[in-house]
């Protein structure tokens, strides 16, 4: 076993790279990991164009799947060798968050609370773009790999298809429910699968991007819209009745999805927000009926911990969901670097990217 | 029974004034209620500065205590002469928002739903300070007043102690959880209650004015904070560990309250907003926590119907809840074109007024 | 119109038959709807041989789509000729219990709560297997009947599905979870078709009819157990890694299903129960977990009200619930006294039927 | 520090005396704790009278007060010498049933789930009463002892007090809400306080024994019913208009009372039951509303872990709480096989005892 490892890392804007770096050591409830796939998430689009900070020398990437190479003294129940995935949301089990069920937001053994305190990987310690990586509090997080599933049908429960799904159920989706999703990138269209596996009865999807509209299809959607050429909050109104849609799901982060999902949401509805806000969002008062129309607005960072996995996986394994249909581009570690502009600027009709260590 | 009677009208800004009108006159599924006790509510004052827009000649008021006068063909339960009170908001009890369980966004047997489609007295219809008024959905909405209770004891659960302690049921406060809550007018005061009433172990109430942080006290607070005193967001961060509070509660409707709420809240902490916003709000990217904290902003509009107003006639009855103390003015039906000013400035000390039609 | 009608008339065991009967009044808050299509409900079999009792000479049946023949003076937004479906349970809105949200157990503008107070039709009043019906509360159960949806299509959300698909609501079914079904007939089918539309992602159905289980598949299941080829106990825990089921419905009544539930499901499961109990159902020390298991026993009836039917009309009519496909035989409503034996005795493989009046 | 210490060790039926055992030994992720107060629990009398089983040799007792000797080298944020409580349930946090919210019955990190697995402490490892003992996952179990608060004032959050206040908690108690607590033992005493915490308005209490009602006026029953001279179902029918009671408790584990609770409680109501049942309970028909009653019957073992200990001691010290008044006898350590007798027995007006080893 050699001691170091490739490992793309974070230099600066537009620079992340393959570098050769120390390979993880294993404390006592920890894990190391070998990476066999991994993806790029938006998230690190926003850190490899500086717009997310994380320290010079990180190595980014917080979407893995891959084989036990080493386990700590305290961990049970695993054997090294066993395939598993890790989700990008590391919960400890044991602090006052996790404690209270809000795992994503846990503190860990530190009771460091703070910002989206959850995520580690790739962002508070080194990541998983690389050849292995060190998995905190291991024994809430590994999450082994059902026979039969490949690499490409698993990797999305890490990460958006937990975050997307977790919209439907931050809002409570009911059976016969109306539901908006305004943006359908890979966040919002897993966001689009979600609604349609809790029960809605009818989900409008919103994009520009006919290729997106109709992966929405394929997701779940009844109805697409594309904001270019019709007023997606005066379809929402025509097809309920005029009351506006049940739940409206947010998954960009702008001020103008946020401020439709408004508009779009009828009286006691819910706003289930996902989009990370690069800038302050408002709320408008007749939009807002100044305060007073029961309507929760409901934010939710990506679920994490095996358990979570285990559940997303098992609804592959049965057929309720099919995320390996969003890969449109597989690259190997090694041409990560040409990976980050093509992902980030969303050319070549890029959905997601697998990428390979082997 | 006379054809006519007594009602304070709206004519213009700062001009309610009591004039002669016709009776109401009861149809099928109505009542009419003779009125023994009204009061004035912050919703008033808007109208009577004419922020809020009724149309001119509408008689307002919406929190009434009296006894029935006269009952619809169709409604069953009650006889003339039973003492009654009347939430503010008035469910039908039959439409898609109450079947939804969202009976304050109530759109009526007309299924005309709108912004806060629930209110009706003094707003869409004639209201209730006045000698009587039509009770609609009459079945869904009188409310038996038990034995012993005077009008002054059970006079604000039609309105502010409904809405106040709505903002902890909203909340999902739980037993030991830590609340703050910015501004203690009437509302206020009620969400203070609320919070002790459903478990809270720590109950934190801003305000500026002395009196009601007095009264905070009486209410339930644990600690009071004089916001000009002292920066109230440290304080709940010093009084949770550097947390912030499980539930922050906003009862005022301004930038200032709401954006400290956001402060002052932990991740994945819920803020449970009941003002009414005259100007939009923002919320700023790093108190939104990116819109990533897990943070749930929900807003309520006061809980009607008979059966909210038995259950906290019952908690009155029993000793849970002393509403007869925030009383601190008399006055005459006759008298209500003083009382305006006096309630809507906040004059003398006062915190709410008692109106008698004797 | 005539003032008599066909109906089908309780009066004695195994003897309903039809009769010339006077046809109902409609006072101000009901309707009298002309039925088109009805059908036969486990619950009228057990009425037909006198195990539930009916007094002599009700009109029986609860399951009716047809068209409004008259409107009550108080009922708003419907006319004369509107197409309709009212669900078995009938919901006033204005009482302890539907303002509580316990809609099923709705006690009437009299406020006479009893067992099973919101089952009304062909039980405390007269029913639907009729030429015409009297809704009572016909603002709160007239549902309007989308274009394009046939009689056949919608006439089970009135009861079966209704109540099959709240099993799993009443159990909160969640993303991936596994669920078993005992017994798969109408409403144990609807059961299956329930969990699998919020999301679980194991779903096993259990009886020891071949065809109900190919049904069941067709419903949504992923596995069928016979159970007298195979313990669906042991069966249950083999595909829970032993674990036992997240949620076990029970969709019979009676102590074999009732305590395979208790059997099946995990620690901190929910035993959902839909069955008619005709006999004491007993709760063994070790399937109870001696009372500390965590285990919920949660029953249901019907959810009823005009927005129920909606929702669940919305449901097929986008693709989401084939409830036509469980018809397998026609009858007319003159043939009514053929059609009791065959269905009460589960003849010649029949699932459901479909009664007309034309 | 010395290798042996004293422990009340379980030796055959009535047996359970002082022996010098060695001090438990300290893993990385164990804390040992030094303990200064433990009391006994009835299920400790269960093993005492050997109906519950535990083996031979096994150190009893799970209601510690201490201060920590030792830490595991991967738990953090403690030192040695801080006073903590360990509750009597000490979820790992990682497992399915805690990653699903199911702490109480928690496997473990050997995934080990069985009945009750959440229950460690004198049973399925060594126990408290003791001069040491281990704590397992003590990074999810270690609650510090806020400063002014006395072992007594705190001993009972470990378990009767989080286990009574549970029931009011898992039945979803809402303010305005009336509830009949069965038996006011010191678990339904804890049931009694949860009620009145959560809002509940109507709290009737029911025992026999006139001391034990007595005191569930302090901790916030309305009503007290002695069985022996009153019907306490007609006593909560005649109390509720007739309907029943919201909330029914279970707080003894026997038929009779089990049975009250489906009779007392109304339709759409919840049985809330914490009793440890040693015989099998049946729901007769018309009590269990024929399985259609929309009753749910909730079981709850006691929520342990570090933060619901912090929760319940922050409910002491904001003086919610007031559980020092439970305690009518002491002990030493040494004098524990003459307060099993008297405790288990109920000699002698015994409520609870308090333990101490200095």
Redesign the interface.
Known sequence: MPDTMRAAVFRGKEDIHIEEVAKPKC???DAVVRVTTTTICGTDSHIWREEYPVENGRVVGHEPVGVIEELG?????YEVGDRVVVGAITP???C??????????CAG???Q?G???GWRLGNSMDGVQADYFRVP?A??NLAKIPDGLSDEEVIFVTDIASTG?SAA?TANV????SVVVFAQGPIGLSATA?AR???A??IIAVDSNPTRLEMAKKMGA?VVVNFKEEDPVAKVKALTD??GADVAIEAL?IQETFENCLKAV???GVVS??????????????E??????????????CPG????M???M??V??G?LNLGQLVTHHFKLDQIEDAYPLFSNQEDGVLKVAITTG
């Not at 009911?174 to 429910?177: K, N, S």
């Not at 996902?274 to 007749?286: I, R």
């Not at 911990?305 to 979570?308: D, I, S």
Request: include cysteine; aromatic fraction near 10%.
């Open positions: 404390g006592p409830t003294e305290a961990v049970m129940g400890c089990g044991a006052y968050f996790c404690q209270h069920g809000d795992f994503s937001q053994y530190e009771d609370w910002i989206i305190g509090y024994q809430a799904i159920e009911r059976i016969g429910d979600g596996l809790m029960g009865a009818l009844d005029g009351r982060g009828r009286p006691a927000s996902l989009g990370v806000y690069g800038d302050k969002v408002t709320m408008p008062v007749e807002f009926v100044y305060g007073i129309g029961d309507i929760d607005i409901r934010t939710t960072l911990g095996k358990e979570r285990r559940a997303l098992s609804m394994q049965n309720r």
